[in-house]
């Protein structure tokens, strides 16, 4: 679930895919390293790298595979020149990956001094150095307190910066190196090609359009990636098993940006008839920063940089609504302490006191730091104790007279994680970690033993919960039986399964139950077996994370308030597995569309037997999206299966009666 634009994959700039006067280049190799802008040749194609990454052997990651990874550059001009290993990776990785990655991990270098000068690699503005890195810069040496990428090390020494200076280059203050003494034992896997790499959740630092669920518009060039300087092998107990939820929840997320372009308050909510429906509210989304040495939960402006900084505190608690706007028709008055989404949303469980609503902590664009934040119990400590003061205790800082200690207090019950994705790189400039598997763990029970030290205090229980991804790459790269022990519930992010980031189709689902053995999405081409894209559905989802350890009763299957489509779209079969021009123009974004909207456009809508999702096809346009009579079909699957309910991203793609969440709300009968 993401802030910004979750919805658009990785589109590949043109600046990348121009075609290279070269007559031929060396032929691809499974196991080298390739370097950003690296030209090779594989299958009568040459291909680009549009990161840099290592083809780990038996990762599958081929050029024609991973439009992550290379852009084609079209058929090769003449017969391939020998290949050349570039860098061998050092350790072999022990697990092979599931998948391709959306971007793949890089080791950031750790730089060995040179034999007799007593000086280290020249620092490079677009390296990204692990914690203990050590560099020479202007004649002078640093180490790296933590992972760092574009920070000048003579100007980013001191506290809360990421160098230490040790002094003239070849002096004696110059800190050696150390090995690691334990090797990663996971190797990462990483996002598919078939399906977007998100879901929607994230800190806008754009007010997004819809629950963001997948990858930039452009890919980045660089992702940085953290390695931990020793992954740990053995994961402690994570504390008492949260017994199972009792009876079926009910939930969506509310996007704190809807305020502004699509004008959705915390109000239509009460008014759609939506909140007496619903058991949970996510608010989406809080973030993460580098702070005092560490990461901790924050609320600050959003920033425009676009690389995962920003908040928005006046959205938070400071903006002021009048009586019209307001949940139980009072105005703000300007000196009150909590105003804004979060002051409403309190008037709003006041109107509602079986309503509980619990922070959301990522997303897709805000995610960036918690494979760093989890390497170490110290790190760990320190974030989640910050989370809890601003969210549960409600220690605002000030801001536009609003805030300040115990502002919040009694608003949020609980904490919902959305990191993605842990070992998977998402948005592209997110730390990761052969480490996540077991640091997303660890993480995870701090944050319940955490909680539950605040319950001895106050009296009452704060719940735990998460958002994952359907994806078995994602499942695969974590441990549901060991994290599910410490939450109260999993909400499933089971949509954008597939969308307008696949711009010429085929056209396919997004949100199906089933697979369906006639998609061309289902088949592997290299294999003509079913590959991950007959993983990418509701059922395998839940399959998958039962046959990891959690508990059928601890799931919570995701609805999308929205649908994907392309237009263009051949006229054959109604539309469905057709080739397409492009994604579907939408209100906010291309490729994506509310149910609000959906509902009334033009088209005859279809079922289809097997994976009994629905499409809309006027001739031309094509839209994957669930209608009531799906949800149905999702709950009586829920019923069926002992599972824990359903949820939706996100509100603001409901109409002003609250369709789909009426039909939603049947699971609990």
């Known amino acids: 679930m993401s802030h910004f634009n979750r919805f658009a994959l990785a589109a590949v700039p043109a600046a990348l895919i121009a075609v290279q006067a070269v007559a031929a280049y060396p032929a691809w190799q499974e196991g080298n390293t390739y370097s950003a802008g690296t030209i090779v040749s594989y299958s009568g194609h040459d291909y680009k790298a549009l990161v840099t990454h290592t083809a780990y052997v038996g990762a599958g990651w081929t050029p024609s595979t991973t439009p992550t990874l290379w852009g084609d550059l079209g058929a090769s001009t003449g017969t391939p020149a020998t290949p050349v290993p570039t860098v061998a990776p050092t350790v072999a990785p022990t697990a092979k990956p599931t998948t391709a990655p959306t971007v793949a991990p890089t080791a950031a270098p750790t730089a060995t001094p040179a034999p007799s000068a007593g000086c280290y690699q020249v620092w490079a503005a677009g390296t990204a150095y692990n914690g203990g890195a050590q560099v020479t810069y202007n004649g002078r040496n640093y180490q790296a307190k933590w992972w760092t990428s574009g920070d000048v090390p003579s100007s980013s020494t001191g506290d809360g910066k990421p160098w230490t200076d040790l002094g003239v280059c070849g002096g004696s203050t110059t800190v050696p190196t150390v090995a690691p003494t334990v090797a990663p034992t996971v190797k990462p896997t990483v996002a598919p090609t078939v399906a977007p790499t998100v879901a929607p959740t994230t800190g806008p630092t754009v007010a997004p359009t819809v629950k963001p669920t997948v990858a930039p518009t452009v890919a980045p060039t660089v992702a940085p990636t953290v390695a931990p300087t020793i992954a740990p092998t053995v994961v402690p107990t994570t504390g008492p098993t949260i017994p199972p939820v009792t009876g079926r929840q009910v939930g969506s997320y509310f996007a704190q940006w809807g305020i502004y372009g699509r004008g959705y308050q915390v109000k239509n909510i009460q008014t759609s008839g939506s ?27 959003r920033t425009e940089s676009g690389n995962g900084d920003g908040g928005d505190p006046f959205a938070d608690y400071s903006k002021s609504f009048d009586a019209a706007g307001s949940v139980n028709g009072v105005a703000d008055k300007w000196d009150d302490a ?32 918690f494979s760093a934040a989890s390497q170490t119990d110290a790190l760990r400590k320190q974030l989640v104790s910050s989370c809890i003061n601003t969210y549960i205790k409600g220690n605002l800082p000030v801001y536009d007279g609003a805030g300040g200690t115990g502002a919040a207090a009694g608003v949020f019950d609980g904490i919902d994680i959305d990191w993605e994705f842990p070992g998977v790189q998402g948005f592209g400039y997110n730390t990761v970690s052969p480490a996540d598997k077991q640091n997303n763990t660890l993480l995870l029970a701090e944050f319940r033993k955490q909680l539950d030290a605040v319950t001895a205090t106050t009296g009452k229980k704060y719940a735990l919960t998460v958002a994952i991804g359907a994806g078995k790459d994602k499942i695969d790269m974590s441990e549901p039986g060991e994290y599910s022990k410490s939450l109260d519930w999993i909400n499933l992010m089971s949509y954008d399964f597939h969308g307008g980031w696949e711009a010429t189709g085929p056209t ?20 003509g077996l079913p590959g991950l894209g007959a993983e990418y559905n509701i059922d395998r989802a839940i399959k998958n994370l039962v046959a990891g350890g959690a508990p059928a009763s601890k799931i919570v299957v995701g609805i999308p308030f929205y649908g994907r489509g392309w237009t263009g779209v051949t006229n054959a079969n109604n539309g469905l597995y057709q080739k397409a021009a492009k994604a579907a123009t939408g209100t906010y974004e291309a ?17 289809n037997a097997t994976t009994k999702q629905s499409w809309k096809f006027d001739g031309s346009t094509f839209w994957s999206y669930d209608t009531t009579d799906n949800i149905a079909t999702k709950s009586a699957y829920v019923k069926t299966n002992g599972l824990a309910g359903l949820f939706s991203w996100s509100l603001d793609g409901d109409d002003s009666t609250g369709t789909l969440m009426n039909a939603m709300s049947a699971v609990r009968q």
């Open 338 to 369: 909590l105003r804004g989404n979060f002051g409403q949303i309190k008037r709003l469980k006041a109107l509602n006191p079986n309503l509980k609503v619990f922070i959301s902590l990522g997303g897709w664009s805000w995610s960036k730091w």
């Open 275 to 301: 909140a007496a429906k619903m058991t949970f509210l996510n608010y989406a989304f809080g973030n993460v920063y580098q702070k005092n040495g560490g990461y901790e939960c924050d609320i600050q402006y």
């Open 591 to 607: 490729g994506i569309e509310d149910y609000k909207v959906l509902k009334n456009a033009a088209g005859t809508v279809y079922t």
């Open 508 to 527: 396919d689902f997004h949100s199906h139950l089933y697979p369906d053995p006639n998609s061309p999405n289902h088949i592997d081409p290299k294999t």
